[in-house]
């Protein structure tokens, strides 16, 4: 999932890499479940929150929102963009304000912080019982979170927004990715 502020959800698509004359409504009822030439990546805005909320379900692309050049384009002008990404073994939230990459921390070792500002967000982890020591010291409220619940946390501490159930109403747009036979992302000139 990717929140961004300072574009709108066909924008934010657009940058994305979603194929010419395909963004329009969707739902998450369209997504192509188990395809690997095709992604539909859905995005709102979320305007009670000044966000786009842009949510990537299933499909080849080893998740849009997490490459850090998409990412910087996202929050380029002025903008910023939080994104997280979460799979069994690999857990990872990024920052991107005006095109540069400026945090990326592993929920589960804090310590482990990169981008132009990787301390940013340090101040307030540290509120929040996050380990951003040597070591995972994790204390407080981080230390009881599942690694999921934890992740979300600390999207929420990078961006300022707290998720709840309302980012998923819609209504939505869809852009479709489209991928060649080796899961390679097929970018569009007018990208």
């Keep these: 999932m990717t929140l961004i502020r300072g574009r709108e959800p066909d924008e934010a698509l ?14 998450f009822e369209d997504v192509p479940f188990g395809v690997t030439d095709r992604e539909l990546v859905l995005a709102r805005e979320w305007p009670e929150r000044g966000w786009t909320f842009a949510v990537e379900c299933d499909g080849p692309s080893g998740f849009l929102g997490w490459r850090r050049d998409l990412l910087a384009g996202l929050s380029a002008r002025g903008g910023f963009a939080g994104t997280a990404l979460y799979l069994p073994n690999v857990q990872e939230v990024c920052a991107a304000e005006d095109g540069q990459v400026v945090s990326v921390v592993e929920p589960l070792r804090a310590y482990r912080r990169s981008g132009t500002h990787p301390d940013r967000f340090a101040v307030r982890m540290r509120e929040l019982g996050f380990g951003v020591g040597d070591e995972d010291d994790r204390t407080g409220v981080a230390r009881d979170l599942p690694p999921g619940a934890l992740t979300t946390l600390l999207l929420e501490v990078m961006t300022g927004v707290t998720l709840d159930a309302s980012a998923l109403e819609g209504p939505w747009l869809g852009g479709m990715m489209r991928f060649d036979e080796r899961g390679a992302q097929i970018r569009f000139p007018s990208h």
Aim: charged fraction near 0%; aromatic fraction near 0%.
């Design 14 to 27: 657009t940058i994305l890499g979603a194929a010419p004359g395909s963004i329009g409504p969707a739902a």
